[in-house]
């Protein structure tokens, strides 16, 4: 937008040149020097490739020496010359000037010469400050790139911290579910035998009957109450992913890797999916040697699918084996799909895949 003002400025400026300069001249000449000037301008901004650029400049100020009347246009060139870093063109563009000085009068002649420099400090002027431009968007576009790197390892940090917490969470409740498991209810149930073995020993005894039974019934809720809390604690220490991957990673000749891509997954479901991943990397192991496996766990609108594969030899699919059967069973029993198949021809191993519906959820 600066070029095509300071380009406009210079041709209102070198016409009224060429009028007060040529005062003889057909109105009509000065008309279409001024229209092949303007289009030689808008030329020289229309090609992108400085070597049409620099063509469009050549034929400008050879028209502009073989033409008077063009001549007076030539600040126009020089600037079209500095502004597109043609420094070996700009000093020819006094070439047509001197030309021009025998039917210029002193006057014209000087403004023109004044023209010509002021033309060649608004192109650098406008060069410098294009090329300002492009530093300060190449400098915020570093500083946006930057941003963003930084926001997405700030939310990576969040994230692993996040994790971290939850899996000492679920650690812990799982401790707390184990010490109370193995201490308290432990110490209950013994106290509840003894209860019963002393309301037993004293059946004759009807006040001591009638004294231990409510104790017995206190006991008895307090052992309930704490299995329902042990219960509660070990689903909510439970955690899906944590365990596909430690089933993943359980066998050390085998080099695993998991794509977990599910949000919620019901525990029904994560536990069949567990024993199916057992299962199925055990005896790719063991049946088809395999030396590496992929486990996916993805989640769409209807239904989870369950992918394994491996790099093993492949067993006949026509007999299933006490562990395939165990398998499908698992996926079945939950209103879900199992296969297993060979992998593409070009591909060692076998594939599993299983599928469990949504609608089977269970809270």
């Keep these: 937008m600066d070029r095509a003002i300071d380009q406009t400025e210079l041709l209102v400026l070198c016409t009224a040149c060429a009028l007060h300069g040529l005062p003889g001249e057909n109105p009509a000449v000065l008309v279409g020097a001024c229209l092949a000037a303007f289009s030689a301008a808008g030329l020289m901004e229309f090609f992108r490739a400085a070597p049409h650029k620099a063509a469009t400049g050549i034929v400008f100020l050879a028209a502009c020496c073989a033409w008077a009347p ?33 039917r210029l009068n002193p006057a014209a002649f000087g403004a023109l010469a004044l023209l010509a420099a002021l033309a060649a400090f608004m192109a650098w002027r406008s060069r410098t400050r294009t090329a300002e431009e492009q530093r300060l968007r190449t400098l915020r576009d570093n500083l946006q790139e930057e941003h963003l790197a930084l926001a997405a390892r700030a939310r990576n940090l969040q994230e692993r911290q996040d994790l971290e917490v939850h899996c000492a969470v679920l650690d812990e409740r799982g401790r707390i579910a184990r010490e109370i498991h193995d201490n308290v209810g432990h110490l209950l149930t013994r106290a509840l035998l003894q209860t019963r073995a002393l309301a037993v020993s004293r059946q004759e005894d009807a006040a001591l009957s009638a004294a231990i039974a409510p104790l017995e019934t206190t006991l008895d809720e307090a052992l309930a109450t704490v299995r329902a809390s042990v219960h509660n604690l ?46 199925g990397l055990s005896n790719a192991v063991n049946h088809g040697h395999a030396s590496a496996a992929s486990v996916a766990l993805e989640e769409f609108p209807g239904f989870f699918r369950l992918r394994l594969e491996d790099n093993g030899t492949a067993r006949p699919t026509d007999t299933d084996g006490m562990g395939i059967a165990s398998m499908r069973q698992r996926a079945e029993a ?26 089977q959820e269970q809270p």
């Design 70 to 102: 063009l001549g007076a246009f030539a600040p126009l060139g020089a600037y079209g010359a500095v502004v597109n870093h043609q420094r070996w063109l700009a000093p020819l563009w006094l070439v047509p000037l001197l030309l021009c000085w025998p």
């Design 234 to 279: 070990h689903q909510e220490a439970f955690d899906p992913r944590q365990a596909l991957e430690e089933a993943v990673c359980d066998l050390p000749s085998l080099q695993g890797t998991l794509r977990y891509e599910v949000c919620h997954l019901p525990r029904p479901v994560a536990l069949a999916a567990i024993a199916i991943v057992r299962e």
């Design 334 to 359: 939950l209103g879900g799909s199992f296969s297993f198949a060979p992998r593409e021809p070009h591909l060692a191993g076998s594939r599993i895949i299983a599928t469990f519906p949504k609608q």
